[in-house]
């Protein structure tokens, strides 16, 4: 009788069509994901016009997704070990979809918000559990780099909806916007039929067949025999999984972790909320502006895939330090203007410093934890982080409610970045998962092994 590390086939095997298929659907969900968020700047400037709203108000409705977001975050993705990541990611995916498609019908701002809230709540629900799902069947040497380039989906959801923004919006009105933002509710039967679920659910569930086929698509070679056991790593049952993030001496970093996110994501929906606001109010058309939202998303994509393959090669800590002083130049720069073509740069590297530094921050923080913590280290983290996601939408509205001089505005977007490399200053990678499995005589017991 043979017991099977499932762990260890998985991290060791290389990468072929089924690793592939896993990254290329939660990448598709993920692009909806990050298109359903930045839609909002895109049509921001048209609302406050026609419901006659102030930049206060449409900040605050803003916040209202990320509010949903935050609740799906703390609150749906902890259920996906209990319930299957599988079975999560479609239902936030249908909700997500139903709910932004229905926005359509709305024709005042409360509707409109109730809306956001409930689809915000499908989005951040699904967004750890994408991770955790791409985490857990990408070989360890291209985890990272698969990690970001899953990710990046987010910030390519972004260039597309600014893009379509500027085509469909003069020609179709800013509720087509969402209408596309619908279009994943059709991919569900795609989902249900190639989306696999974690190892550890089948291992409970005692589907050993599942785990064997599971295998033999992710290492061909592998020969599954009648009598084998498989081995999986479970969390201990009698443990809180969220307190468990405090425990073996990783509180400090834990805590950095979600101030290095809310700082991010302050810089990030601030940004795609008010870019467009800030650069009409700053002169540019309304179509010139939503190119500088464009740009920001491009500039984002480069930024994670850059950021998550530096990562797999060197320190994702240190990338996430340098990305954050980078980003806050970026700002300073941007606020002293001048050549449009110099403010695309720099928006395409505040775009690569800020969400790319957000988004590296998965792959890193997902192999920080041990791997039965993962989803619940990268929900909590982004789910604390969301308190900076509700106040960048409200921050973008003071700020433009205020008047400030184009250059103060940038300046104050700078601040975040200073911060969020001084977190991951403070972040103990010595007391990191990857770091003690390089360690083999410490013995700190982490979870437990059981068999099939």
Same mark, same amino acid.
């Given at each position: ?281 700053? *002169?540019?058309?309304?179509?010139? $502006? =939503?190119? &500088? ?6 500039? @984002? !994509?480069? /930024?994670? #895939? +850059? ?89 973008? *509205?003071?700020?433009?409610?205020? $008047? =400030?001089? &184009? ?6 977007? @700078? !601040?975040? /970045?200073? #911060? +969020? ?32």
């Amino acid at each position: 009788m043979r017991t099977i590390d499932v762990g260890k086939i998985i991290d060791e095997s290389k990468v072929n069509r089924f690793h592939l298929g896993v990254l290329f659907w939660c990448s598709f969900i993920i692009i909806f994901d990050g298109y359903d968020i930045v839609v909002y700047g895109s049509v921001v400037p048209i609302l406050m016009e026609e419901w006659s709203i102030t930049a206060l108000q449409a900040g605050v409705i803003g916040s209202y997704t990320m509010f949903g977001i935050m609740f799906g975050m703390l609150f749906v993705s902890p259920v996906a070990d209990k319930f299957g990541w599988k079975n999560v990611i479609i239902f936030c995916t249908a909700l997500y979809s139903i709910f932004t498609g229905l926005v359509c019908f709305v024709n005042n701002p409360t509707m409109f918000g109730i809306y956001r809230f409930i689809a915000g709540i499908g989005m951040g629900g699904v967004v750890p559990v994408l991770i955790a799902l791409t985490a857990e069947y990408s070989p360890k040497k291209v985890r990272s780099t698969f990690i970001s380039i899953m990710t990046s989906g987010y910030c390519l959801g972004g260039v597309i909806s600014a893009g379509i923004a500027i085509v469909l919006i003069p020609e179709f009105g800013w509720k087509v916007m969402f209408l596309v933002g619908a279009l994943p509710v059709l991919s569900i039967p795609f989902l249900y039929k190639y989306l696999p679920d974690s190892p550890s659910f089948y291992l409970a569930k005692n589907q050993k067949d599942k785990i064997s086929y599971l295998l033999k698509k992710v290492n061909p070679e592998f020969k599954s025999q009648e009598e084998d056991q498989y081995e999986i790593i479970v969390p201990k049952k009698s443990e809180i999984p969220m307190m468990r993030l405090f425990s073996d001496r990783r509180s400090l970093s834990t805590i950095m972790f979600w101030i290095a996110s809310a700082m991010c994501l302050l810089m990030i929906y601030g940004l795609n909320t008010w870019l467009p606001k800030l650069m009409t109010e700053a *002169g540019y058309a309304l179509n010139s $502006s =939503l190119m &500088f939202l464009l740009v920001l998303n491009f500039g @984002a !994509i480069i /930024g994670t #895939i +850059v950021g998550g393959w530096i990562s797999d090669r060197w320190s994702g800590r240190k990338v996430v330090i340098i990305f954050g002083i980078v980003g806050a130049l970026s700002f300073i720069l941007l606020g002293l203007g001048g050549n449009i073509y110099i403010l695309y740069l720099l928006i395409a590297l505040a775009g690569a410093t800020t969400t790319g530094t957000q988004l590296t921050t998965y792959g890193y923080i997902s192999q920080f934890y041990p791997p039965t913590m993962r989803s619940t280290g990268i929900g909590w983290t982004l789910g604390i982080g969301r308190i900076g996601g509700i106040a960048g939408p409200a921050v973008g *509205g003071i700020l433009i409610s205020m $008047s =400030l001089p &184009f250059q103060v505005n940038f300046l104050i977007f @700078a !601040i975040p /970045g200073i #911060i +969020v490399a001084l977190a991951y200053i403070f972040v103990q990678e010595k007391h990191s998962y990857s770091a003690i499995n390089t360690e083999p005589k410490r013995n700190i017991p982490e979870s437990t092994s059981v068999k099939s």
